[in-house]
Nanobody
Framework: QLQAFGGGSVQSGGSLRLSCTASGFTLDYYSVGWFRRVPGKDREGVSCISAADDSTQYVDFAKGRFTISRDNFKNAVVLQMNDLKPEDTAVYYC???????????????????WGQGTLVTVSS
């Protein structure tokens, strides 16, 4: 089971730290991604970390503001989000890719194990 938490309400320019924890399996073994669904839009990728070597991918809007990392002691993947903007308001989801560890992508349809979302609201 995957669980995402850490969402909340912040003002523009603020920060939040999202965590994705796993129970029943070791998250470090898999690629893990953060995705979001902005109201009225399709789900989109935010950032992903690979199974093989912890290499990372960020979509353009996340570069320089968001950082993805593993906390293996807590069996978690963390998304540190700084300088949040109102357009970052969304439900954020974490997901694991449990098949083919040799392939690293950050496309949501390549991830097959999903947690529930956590809502992030950024006010201006």
């Amino acid at each position: 089971q995957l669980q995402a938490f850490g969402g909340g309400s912040v003002q523009s320019g603020g920060s939040l730290r999202l965590s994705c924890t796993a129970s029943g399996f070791t998250l470090d073994y898999y690629s893990v991604g953060w995705f979001r669904r902005v109201p009225g839009k399709d789900r989109e990728g935010v950032s992903c970390i690979s199974a093989a070597d912890d290499s990372t991918q960020y979509v353009d809007f996340a570069k320089g503001r968001f950082t993805i990392s593993r906390d293996n002691f807590k069996n978690a993947v963390v998304l540190q989000m700084n300088d949040l903007k109102p357009e970052d308001t969304a439900v954020y989801y974490c997901a694991a890719r449990t098949r083919d560890r040799t392939v690293f992508t950050c496309r949501d349809h390549d991830y097959d194990y999903w947690g529930q979302g956590t809502l992030v609201t950024v006010s201006s």
